[in-house]
């Protein structure tokens, strides 16, 4: 039973479209996280919610728009896409405080 | 200045070697330090993690925290091919954790 699951695991698009991305989690767990991992490794950040309220908006263009229907699922909305979005996106979730996150196996997307 | 701070690599050692990554951060007012494993094409896994300073054991694992001059370590003995991934540092701050750029090791059999 997979605990992070997410799909699509690989998306191609052309710029300016829009596409969403889907997270889930059967943990139990009440904080889910996005974060977009680039080509240089680097993970950074995106979103955080925790019961399905916005507790971490970090620096990311407005085209980036999180969703949480429930605390076990998170999805990620993008408007307009552009070449630099291209990256993997991870999702994961965590009991509230909790230093251990568990990750889904990411969502690589590539933008042409 | 990035608030965790990692050599890239790739570090490329033979197996059985002692392998040590390191990291260094810019406040001193972390305190949960964390080491992640990922991968090629997966998602990172928790290996580690260490409150404060001085230093944890997990078989062949040792992470280290030197809060007086802010660094992270994690040591590998007796490395094995299986050990070949990025190795991720992260520190927490409030309701985040913070993660290095990540070093790419690669033990050769």
């Known amino acids: 039973d997979t605990a992070v699951s997410q799909t699509p695991k690989y998306l191609v698009t052309q710029m300016g479209n829009d596409k969403s991305i889907k997270c889930e989690q059967n943990?139990?767990?009440?904080?889910m996280y996005w974060y977009k991992q680039d080509s240089k490794k680097f993970l950074k950040i995106m979103f955080s919610?925790?019961?399905?309220?916005?507790?971490i908006n970090e620096t990311v263009p407005n085209r980036f728009s999180p969703k949480s229907p429930d605390k076990a699922h998170l999805n990620l909305h993008i408007n307009s896409l552009e070449l630099g979005d291209s990256a993997v996106y991870f999702c994961a979730s965590s009991q509230t405080g909790a230093n251990v996150l568990t990750f889904g196996a990411g969502s690589r997307l590539t933008v042409l | 200045q990035k608030e965790v701070e990692q050599d890239p690599g790739p570090l490329s050692v033979p197996e059985g070697a002692i392998v040590s990554l390191n990291c260094t951060y810019s406040n001193s007012a972390f305190q949960y330090f964390m080491w992640y494993r990922q991968y090629s094409r997966k998602g990172p896994e928790l290996l580690m993690y260490?409150?404060?300073?001085g230093n944890k054991e997990d078989g062949r694992f040792t992470a280290q925290v030197d809060k007086s001059s802010k660094y992270i370590s994690l040591f590998i003995r007796d490395s094995q091919p299986s050990d070949s991934a990025t190795y991720l540092c992260a520190r927490r701050g409030g309701n985040k954790l913070v993660f290095g750029a990540g070093t790419i090791l690669r033990v050769k059999s």
């Open positions: 919610y925790n019961n399905k309220e916005l507790i």
């Open positions: 943990l139990g767990h009440d904080t």
């Open positions: 260490t409150y404060s300073s």
